[in-house]
């Protein structure tokens, strides 16, 4: 069993932002998670057929010495998506399913607020729509405000003060339970080598008036250019600009879009990322639902008195949105804003390839 990802591994995710390493899991703990799903009885997310794929696997350890300790998941996002033909619905971009290219996928930077998307064309002023739509998550209408969450349970603002729009962790593991060695079967899109240039971003935000995320610097919350004039801006368009090109597929609108790059798996593999990635589910085309099991982990020296569960995107604030107790003089949300602009500081094992990295690019 591999207790530690390789050098090359190193290099890769370093490079890419991620790594694949092959036959992570048993074959036993996938089948288990595999018979759990399709029985469907309780609640799959914290079932511990989920979380053993990685708290009884190799992934414990290899994500031990490269990113450091983390808290076991009693959670987790069970991947289920359905084989499907394209769609006349508006994504969450404001785009029709079918428009868009790369098997429909919407790269974003994770810990996002998405409130249901209008799937009607959207009439008023944008400062009009805006507020429309912020009214319609499942607290009713607060105004801006970060008391505002989404569909998904994010908060709209991480932070009493409204400047941190995006909650954030440490480290992505996606756990391949069927074939998706083919694109197409619904598979994570990553937009490799991104990771470099969200810190960048991040970084830029900071400068600028230490607004990071949604709503900072670069980044307003809406597109009202698109076809349902209410799309989420799930990444900026200064990180999109970095990776089209002439050869970036478009919409109907001749938008072009950046090129992801589908991670082709087998049962048992697992994709290890860093927060900062790019990334995105695809449309299913494939012959049986896809299935992926998503864990969201954090170093726990970030805030080592709070329990990540393995599932949230915005562990500074509850599941739901929920305000926690910090002790005087913990500020987590600038802890989070370190961490979003300093990639490395929280994989500890990763230390010397990133040295070396940093020593090359200074050479050049």
Known sequence: MQESLTLEQKRALYRDGYVIVRNAVPEHLVAAAKRRIEGGEGLLSKATEMTD??????????????MGYFDPPIAAQVGVRPVGK??????????RERDMPYYAAEPHVDGSMTIRIPQDVQEGSPDEIYRRYIATGPKGDLGRSPEVIGHNMVPMFEDPRMTLGLGSFTAFV??????????????????????????????????????LGVEGPGWPRLDHDVPNRCGLIYLPQAVQDQFIDDDSES????????????????????????????????????????????????????????????????????????????????????????????MWHEWDGMGDVVAQADRERAAA
């Not at 394209?86 to 994504?91: I, R, S, T």
């Not at 598979?187 to 810190?199: D, I, P």
């Open 174 to 211: 996606f756990v391949c339970l069927n074939d998706q060695s083919v694109e197409g079967r619904g598979q994570t899109a990553l937009l490799r080598g991104a990771h470099h240039a969200v810190e960048r971003f991040f970084r830029w935000q900071r400068d600028t008036n230490n607004h």
């Open 53 to 66: 794929l990685v708290s009884k696997s190799s992934i414990t350890p290899i994500v031990h010495e490269a």
């Open 251 to 342: 919409t109907p609108d001749g938008r072009r879009w950046p090129r992801p790059t589908q991670i082709l798996m087998e049962p048992g593999d697992a994709c290890i990322t860093v927060y900062q990635i790019p990334h995105s589910g695809t449309r299913n085309e494939g012959v049986e639902p896809r299935q992926s099991i998503i864990f969201r982990l954090r170093n726990k020296k970030r805030q080592p008195n709070v329990l990540v569960n393995g599932i949230t995107d915005h562990p500074d604030r509850g599941q739901r949105g929920e305000w926690l107790d910090f002790e005087k003089g913990n500020d987590p949300w600038q802890r989070s804003k370190y961490a979003m602009c300093n």
């Open 86 to 95: 394209p769609g006349d619905h508006f994504n969450n971009l404001g785009y």
